[in-house]
């Protein structure tokens, strides 16, 4: 089976543009996450989804929104870009947990690195 | 509030050298602690992950970490390292949303360097 899929692997964008990153999970997980990774730093926490519902944000601005579709992909959306949002946006999915939510680890896609210009 | 502390920043290494690479957590709650290694250029790979039961846990290729609830540690060791193994080695811990949701919180990273 294909592991978690990310696109576009790399993006050059100006400040003030706009972006959206896009994440396929693994086949049969429901829930979708997203990490910001800053050069040289473990990767941050974003958001997570599970059946297209938000069920958790890290400590990210609005300009920072996500969803997810019936098929379980997603998308991150960014907006009016600063130089500081320059980083690898890592996708990671889980699979639905034996007593409900979701399973405690998580399998990451190979990210998108997303430079601000 | 959970947190990881991985304690170097680098560990340079001789091949065949063995090596340890340190991580400590705070915690109020129950932990579910993980380690990732990530290669150049790539995502983050699970490496081996503790959730309960023996507290030695080991991967395929030769790593182990033990889990140490008094010490509140989760070290990753391996007794012979290899050149393949250089990369960047981070820790994480499992904190729990309502209704069995959950995000990961990481370390800093540590980078392994193995030299010939």
């Known amino acids: 089976d294909a592991g978690v899929t990310q696109s576009p692997t790399h993006l050059i964008k100006t400040r003030g543009q706009h972006v959206t990153l896009r994440c396929s999970p693994i086949?049969?997980?429901?829930?979708v996450s997203w990490y910001q990774q800053v050069l040289g730093q473990g990767p941050q926490f974003i958001f997570q989804?599970?059946?297209?519902?938000?069920?958790g944000r890290g400590n990210f601005p609005d300009r920072f929104s996500a969803r997810q579709f019936p098929n379980y992909s997603s998308e991150l959306n960014v907006n009016a870009l600063l130089l500081g949002d320059s980083a690898l946006y890592l996708c990671?999915?889980?699979?639905?947990?034996?007593?409900?939510?979701?399973?405690?680890?998580?399998?990451f896609g190979p990210g998108t690195r997303l430079t601000v210009t | 509030a959970q947190s990881v502390t991985q304690l170097d920043s680098q560990v340079p290494v001789f091949e065949e050298a063995p090596v340890e690479l340190r991580c400590n957590y705070s915690?109020?709650?129950?932990?579910?602690l993980f380690w990732y290694v990530q290669y150049p250029n790539q995502g983050l790979q699970l490496l081996l992950k503790?959730?309960?039961?023996?507290?030695l846990v080991e991967s395929i290729n030769g790593f182990e970490a033990e889990f140490n609830k008094s010490q509140t540690s989760f070290h990753l060791r391996k007794p012979s390292v290899h050149i393949s193994d250089t990369a960047e080695y981070f820790c994480?811990?499992?904190?729990?949303?309502?209704?069995?949701?959950?995000?990961?919180?990481f370390g800093a990273g540590t980078r392994l360097a193995v030299h010939p």
């Open positions: 086949s049969g997980h429901k829930s």
């Open positions: 915690s109020s709650v129950s932990v579910y």
């Open positions: 994480a811990v499992s904190l729990m949303f309502s209704g069995g949701y959950n995000k990961l919180i």
């Open positions: 989804y599970y059946e297209k519902e938000e069920r």
């Open positions: 503790y959730l309960s039961g023996s507290t």
């Open positions: 990671a999915s889980s699979s639905p947990g034996l007593a409900g939510g979701t399973q405690q680890w998580q399998y």
